[in-house]
């Protein structure tokens, strides 16, 4: 499975972007699907992830609110719409896919394919 995220970019802080993340191989829309994010010196974190059918969602403390996370199985794609991005947001933006788990895990460990990744700067 290869995951490809786009979106990212230069925004002002209260601006919005909306990242995707497409999957394409061997694809299946069963898989959970998270986003994570990773700012300079500081470690992977957890940002929303998605269940299979798009009806169970979680999201991390400091997005809740803000940011919603979706997908779309027919066009094997999830996105985040991130809304009243703060410079804390800035970092740059993972997507990755669980194959072998229908629950929303936060750790970053459970998480089995991983896209490359897209910048995302909040300027103040």
């Known amino acids: 499975v290869q995951l490809q995220a786009s979106g990212g970019g230069l925004v002002q802080a209260g601006g919005s972007l909306r990242l995707s993340c497409t999957a394409s191989g061997r694809t299946s829309s069963s898989y959970v699907m998270g986003w994570f994010r990773q700012a300079p010196g500081k470690e992977r974190e957890f940002v929303a992830a998605?269940?299979?059918?798009?009806?169970?969602?979680e999201y991390a403390g400091s997005v809740k609110g803000r940011f919603t996370i979706s997908r779309d199985n027919a066009r094997n794609t999830v996105y985040l719409q991130m809304n009243s991005l703060k410079p804390e947001d800035t970092a740059v933006y993972y997507c990755?896919?669980?194959?072998?788990?229908?629950?929303?895990?936060?750790?970053?460990?459970?998480?089995?394919?991983w896209g490359k990744g897209t910048l995302v700067t909040v300027s103040s």
């Open positions: 998605v269940s299979w059918s798009g009806g169970i969602t």
């Open positions: 990755a896919a669980d194959q072998y788990n229908y629950r929303l895990y936060t750790d970053p460990i459970k998480y089995d394919y």
